[in-house]
């Protein structure tokens, strides 16, 4: 079953605008962590938030986690053709005893128009 | 820097041929993954690897098998291979607590 839940599934927007993609999952967490994949590549990490963390930054991504509602949001700014991707919430929820597993959602596929 | 590195990249089978999966991780980590991805899904774990000698079941890790040869590799074997099978399979690796997964490129299998 899938811990994390994406919304929107899908999203379209232009060159310069801004992006945020949610993500809301449903056990307590050790980390929640963001993933890109272009298409027919592998998964490429983009930042890991602990679960005593509430924001975090890199770059033009901003994330924020808010344990109490069991929700994170990926805010990608002033996006850029070469942000087309699917992008992928993982949560490490110390699935099978062991920490590091991680249980993904469904992912929300970005399309970024020039 | 090749870090994590699948074999093969594409691969058809037919129905009950059997095939074995290679994944190899250059970065000394510990724990290693078996994941696949289906149209319009998340990944979705098969088995994992806590570290080297232990394997456990993951999610979904009927029809599979895996063998952690030793820290750098980690095989999955599909011993008689079904249409359900048809997926794109990924290898990851980990290096330790509140670190990141490092995936490979991902094989594309296709069950006829």
């Known amino acids: 079953s899938q811990q994390g839940e994406e919304d929107p599934q899908a999203l379209s927007i232009q060159e310069g605008e801004n992006a945020t993609m949610n993500c809301s999952y449903k056990t307590s967490i050790n980390n929640l962590q963001w993933y890109r994949q272009n298409s027919g590549r592998g998964l490429v990490h983009l930042i890991l938030i602990r679960s005593n963390e509430r924001e975090k930054h890199s770059g033009r991504l901003r994330v924020t986690l808010d344990t109490s509602k069991k929700s994170s949001s990926l805010l990608i700014t002033a996006s850029r053709a070469a942000d087309t991707a699917s992008y992928f919430c993982a949560t490490d929820a110390g699935y099978g005893g062991s920490q590091g597993n991680l249980i993904f959602g469904k992912g929300t596929k970005l399309s970024v128009k020039p | 820097n090749a870090g994590v590195t699948q074999t093969p990249k594409f691969q058809v089978l037919k129905t009950g041929q059997s095939m074995t999966l290679q994944c190899a991780q250059d970065m000394n980590h510990n724990s290693m993954y078996w994941y696949r991805q289906d149209p319009g899904m998340g990944l979705r774990l098969i088995y994992y690897s806590a570290s080297e000698g232990t394997t456990d079941k993951g999610e979904v890790p009927n029809g599979y098998n895996v063998s952690r040869l030793n820290k750098r590799e980690f095989s999955l074997r599909l011993e008689s291979a079904a249409p359900s099978q048809t997926s794109v399979y990924f290898c990851?690796?980990?290096?330790?607590?509140?670190?990141?997964?490092?995936f490979g490129d991902g094989t594309r299998l296709s069950i006829l």
């Open positions: 990851a690796s980990l290096g330790g607590y509140n670190q990141p997964q490092h």
